[in-house]
Structure formats: structure tokens, C-alpha cells
């Protein structure tokens, strides 16, 4: 039965070619390139044991980075033709000239030195992550279209403008009616911060 589970996964896993980008390669030249690709890196050294991911829309990348600034730890990125600044901070972050999208956590950090990954990522309609984990919290903020979901423990579908946490643990996603999304991960400083295979979970389906 375990040898057969294992072969299925296996089968699964090489069935779904990889992402483009990984989440770990610049950004490309054309913005329009499917895949998933690094922003932005920020520094955790000495920050709290846990934060909040403010993701505010601001109209100029020049008013993002005058906002940038004004805060301890904050991350500018141009994704998806908007302009965006990252605050990561308490639960209320006060910021001026821009729209807040979202607030995204608590996200608990590892113990240690730790990095914060921001990414972009174009999946069309069909296209699916494999089975992988992080060594830290994953967040998302879906900017338009859908978002499918699967863990151990669960399955969900978010709409454009909504938020997920993977706190840690194997999953995939997937876009089976395509999506556009900004992505956060959170890892210690020097460890890969994507690590593909899930051991022995199978996803069910749900996302295709």
C-alpha cells in the first residue's frame, strides 16, 4: 500500500512540469512572462516574533518609496502594471498616499535570522504548483482572477482580493481559471526558501 501511494505521488509530481521562475528568479524583461519571480528581498534581523504583511497600492513607484522610508521594515515593488509598498509590522501600520489592500497575519517567524522573499507571479487558466514547502510562512494576496488551494488539512478557492496563509507544510496551488497574485515568504537567512517534494501526501484533485 506505501509503495504504491509513493509511486502515485511519483507519478503526480513528474506529471506537473515546474513553475517558470520557481519564485526565485528576477523578474524577466517582458512583466508578461508566465511563471512565478522575485521582487524583492527584506532583512528580519531583530524583528518580532511576529508581524503583518500590509500590502498598499500607491499610484507612483516615486510616492511608494517617499511612504517606503517612514517605516522600520518596508519593501517597494512594481508587479501587475500597479506600484506596491510592503510594510511588515504590527497589526496597525499607519501609512498615507496610498490604498490598503490587505493585511495579511499574524505570520509567526523561525527562530533566528530571517529574510522576507516577495514575488510575482502570472498563472494562466490550468497551470498548477507541485507538491513543495518552505522552510517559514508563505502569504498570498490575490490581485485578480482565482486562487486554488491544497494542504493536508485544506482546500480552498480565493477570489481576486483575498488572502491565504500557509503557516508551514508541504501544499500546491494552482489557477484553474488563471490568477495574478503577489506572494510573501518568509525563510532563514541562507536556507532555500522553496523546497520541492511532499514526502508522502498525494493531493486529491481539488485544484484541477
Known sequence: ML???LLLATIVQSDVPPVPGLCIAPVPAD???????????LDLVGAPAKLYWHILEYPTLETANAEASRHRRAAVAAAHSRYWLYILGRAA???????????????RLPIG?????????????????????HPGPEAFYIVEGEQCMETPSDK????????YIVPSGVHLQAAPRGRRNLVLIIAPKGVPFVIPGGGQWTPTGFCR
Not at 501600520?93 to 489592500?101: K, N
Not at 535570522?113 to 514547502?133: D, K, L
Open 93 to 107: 501600520e499607519p501609512a498615507e498616499g496610498g490604498i490598503e489592500r490587505a493585511v495579511i497575519g499574524p505570520l
Open 113 to 133: 535570522h530571517v529574510i522576507a522573499h516577495f514575488s510575482e507571479a502570472i498563472f494562466p487558466p490550468g497551470m498548477r504548483t507541485r507538491v513543495h514547502s
Open 31 to 41: 512583466r508578461e512572462t508566465l511563471g512565478c519571480y522575485q521582487t524583492s528581498e
Open 156 to 163: 480552498r478557492k480565493i477570489g481576486a482580493g483575498g488572502t
Open 3 to 5: 509503495l504504491s501511494m
